[in-house]
T-cell receptor, first 111, second 113 residues
Framework: GEDVEQSLFLSVREGDSSVINCTYT??????LYWYKQEPGAGLQLLTY?????DMKQDQRLTVLLNKKDKHLSLRIADTQTGDSAIYFC???????????FGAGTRLTVKP | GAVVSQHPSWVICKSGTSVKIECRSL??????MFWYRQFPKQSLMLMAT?????????EQGVEKDKFLINHASLTLSTLTVTSAHPEDSSFYIC?????????FGPGTRLLVL
């Protein structure tokens, strides 16, 4: 199976909070990332968290990491239509130069 | 955040021709750059890791003679798709390592007719 798993779709109403979940399998992961991809564009780094942290907040974004369960989530507060995009979770493993990506979660924000 | 550019942003070429895509880190130096391929509605597939001054490391199943990678400087990596065929049509994205993160270019859409 996939090393990094995400649900494929999420739909919310404008103003609500969005929570995008991700699970990974490698306990040696050192950093975990959230990227945003808008149609026809590259990936924009939203935030990342070091594996010895359990939470990181940056304005409307809150990342929660449960290392025991290998579960990562991204919460977007007050979701706006401009947040509609695909969100990729990624992990970087110890002694590994590249990242492993999930399949991406397509977030749709309805007015 | 750091900026990575790609050029061209899109290209249409005839089957059998070669296409070169450039990836530049604009405000930082990148010893390591990565080339990914993305199919519609799918995740990124790592093609190769490019290290400045040395040969690229290709992922299993990626033909190194077809996808030539050159990382001649700390700010530039190029991917050349040689003798392109319609099945090479895809969205190609590069990224540059700025540890512990990677910054991505905007992507190049290649259409081979």
């Amino acid at each position: 199976g996939e090393d990094v798993e995400q649900s494929l779709f999420l739909s919310v109403r404008e103003g609500d909070s969005s929570v995008i979940n991700c699970t990974y399998t490698d306990s040696s992961s050192t950093y975990l990332y959230w990227y945003k991809q808008e149609p026809g564009a590259g990936l924009q780094l939203l935030t990342y968290i070091f594996s010895n942290m359990d939470m990181k907040q940056d304005q409307r974004l809150t990342v929660l990491l449960n290392k025991k369960d290998k579960h990562l989530s991204l919460r977007i507060a007050d979701t706006q239509t401009g947040d509609s995009a695909i969100y990729f979770c990624a992990e970087r493993r110890m002694n590994n130069n590249d990242m492993r990506f999930g399949a991406g979660t397509r977030l749709t924000v309805k007015p | 955040g750091a900026v990575v550019s790609q050029h061209p942003s899109w290209v249409i070429c005839k089957s059998g021709t070669s296409v070169k895509i450039e990836c530049r880190s604009l405000d930082f130096q990148a010893t390591t750059m990565f080339w990914y391929r993305q199919f519609p509605k799918q995740s990124l597939m790592l093609m190769a890791t490019s290290n400045e001054g040395s040969k690229a490391t290709y992922e299993q199943g990626v033909e190194k003679d077809k996808f030539l990678i050159n990382h001649a400087s700390l700010t530039l990596s190029t991917l050349t798709v040689t003798s392109a065929h319609p099945e090479d049509s895809s969205f190609y994205i590069c990224s540059a390592a700025d540890p512990p993160t990677q910054y991505f270019g905007p992507g190049t859409r290649l259409l081979v007719l």
